[in-house]
């Protein structure tokens, strides 16, 4: 078995499940499965892996969001799927500064700056991909749907806020948002090392957008992938959460 080929297909199966209900059935009906698969690829990814570096990609650790300064440049061909994998190339020079990221920036002007979501960059441009018929932000397709998506950031960005942030291990599932095809330990804040030890988002940019927007001093990341180049171990900075990776 390819077990590279089935991450992918898992990947897609992922991305697309706002989008057909009939693929929603199906997966939600093949969550154990799905998940017991993640577990048994990621701990053989492990072993003949990331061992070598030090890091386990199914153990929870803790940083600093403001650590968080990048994030995988469009196109980049990774995904939680491909968790416990080490890649060389120039993937992490190709990182974008979160800094500039269209996102970031439109929560930080709603939330810091008092703007109306329809007022803000990131609103503007999913409603021209609606009215184009098409789909964006977690599978919006029509002005409600954004308008919804719009409202769960406002619950999240008070959430946070107000209680600090959950870890996504310990939050009920709910179909819509936190819904997830992988086991507890990939649903965090999932991040790439770079060569020189960066931390490189490759998951979770609207939760880091909002801790970093709320000042919350730690949150749980789980590292994905190293690059080849990494001599192992942390970065500095990060530390371990949990003793036994689930």
């Known amino acids: 078995m390819d077990l590279s080929r089935v991450a992918q297909c898992l990947g897609v199966a992922r991305r697309g499940i706002h989008s057909s209900r009939l693929l929603r059935l199906v997966v939600y009906r093949l969550h154990p499965l799905v998940r017991l698969y993640f577990r048994l690829v990621t701990e053989f990814r492990y072993r003949t892996q990331l061992q070598t570096k030090g890091i386990h990609p199914r153990r ?8 968080i300064q990048q994030l995988l440049a469009p196109n980049t061909p990774f995904s939680v799927a491909n968790s ?8 992490d020079r190709r990182a974008r500064s979160f800094d500039d990221y269209l996102i970031y920036n439109s929560l930080k002007n709603r ?8 007022e803000t960059e990131q609103f503007e441009r999913a409603r021209e991909t609606i009215d184009a018929g098409g789909s964006c932000w977690h599978g919006c397709r029509s002005l409600s749907d ?16 107000d209680h600090g942030y959950t870890p996504q291990s310990e ?27 960066e931390l490189i988002l490759l998951d979770g940019r609207h939760r880091v957008s909002i801790v970093k ?7 749980p990341i789980q590292i994905a992938i190293v690059h080849a180049e990494w001599d192992g171990g942390l970065p500095a900075g990060v530390t371990d959460r949990t003793p036994d990776p689930i």
């Open 60 to 67: 929870t650790y803790t940083a600093d969001p403001k650590a």
């Open 213 to 219: 927007i709320v000042g919350v001093d730690r949150i």
């Open 146 to 161: 954004l308008r919804d998506r719009c409202a769960y950031l406002d619950a999240l960005y008070t959430d946070i806020k």
């Open 171 to 197: 939050l009920e599932v709910r179909r819509h948002e936190n819904a997830s095809i992988y086991p507890p330990s990939l649903r965090e804040i999932s991040v790439a090392i770079g060569r020189n030890g």
């Open 111 to 118: 939330f810091v700056h008092g703007y109306e979501w329809d």
């Open 84 to 91: 416990g994998e080490i890649h060389g190339g120039d993937w």
